[in-house]
């Protein structure tokens, strides 16, 4: 495998982890908008949804830290 190719898996692998960001914040954000004004425990669920798959995305950009280092040196 070229040096290329491998930045290219690391690009697609970024992508990935930013597009499954973005789609989810914006549905969450979508349903939110359904959600009544005086629902505290909806809009506390919606945000907690939120939080999770932004810190699961901090954990996929981790990994895929770990992936460019064995890609490169390896």
């Not at 960001?21 to 009544?36: D, N, P, Q, S």
Request: hydrophobic share 65%.
């Amino acid at each position: 495998m070229t040096l290329g190719f491998k930045l290219g898996v690391v690009f697609v692998a970024f992508l990935t982890i930013l597009a499954v960001v973005i789609v989810v914040a914006f549905r969450e954000r979508t349903r939110g908008k359904a959600l009544a004004d005086d629902d505290i425990a909806g809009q506390q669920a919606q945000d907690a949804r939120v939080m999770a798959i932004i810190f699961s995305a901090i954990f996929g950009g981790m990994a895929l830290t770990l992936l460019v280092s064995w890609l490169v040196f390896f």
